[in-house]
């Protein structure tokens, strides 16, 4: 029922700068919270950042500062603009949106298919 289209991953030196963006769509209510976790080899899966559809933002401690998450409502869509990468960003990024299949419904969660981002010299 939602989909969720990602892009903007690849190679990047370490100090530079790539932005992710997931597209949602969907016969659904409401886009709820979006945002982007991340998955190294070996580790588990950890919030990097979300934000509200009223706008407010939450940071993973390692990327406050370096990483900024926005989202175009109209577009349903959310971006993560990621700065100063380092070696330790490298994993696959997902992109998450929280939905409503109707006013009253219960909260759901939906995933990107991954965006590779490696940060290596």
């Known amino acids: 029922q939602v989909q969720l289209v990602e892009s903007g991953g690849g190679l990047v030196q370490p100090g530079g700068s790539l932005r992710l963006s997931c597209a949602a769509s969907?016969?659904?209510?409401?886009?709820?919270?979006m945002g982007w976790y991340r998955q190294a080899p070996g580790k588990e899966r950890e919030l990097v950042a979300d934000i509200t559809s009223g706008g407010s933002t939450n940071y993973e401690d390692s990327v406050k500062g370096r990483f900024a998450i926005s989202r175009d409502n109209a577009k349903n869509t959310v971006y993560l603009q990621m700065n100063s990468l380092k070696p330790e960003d490298t994993a696959v990024y997902y992109c998450?949106?929280?939905?409503?299949?109707?006013?009253?419904?219960?909260?759901?969660?939906?995933w990107g298919q991954g965006t590779q981002v490696t940060v290596s010299s």
């Open positions: 969907g016969s659904i209510f409401s886009f709820d919270a």
């Open positions: 998450n949106t929280k939905y409503r299949l109707g006013p009253w419904s219960l909260v759901r969660d939906s």
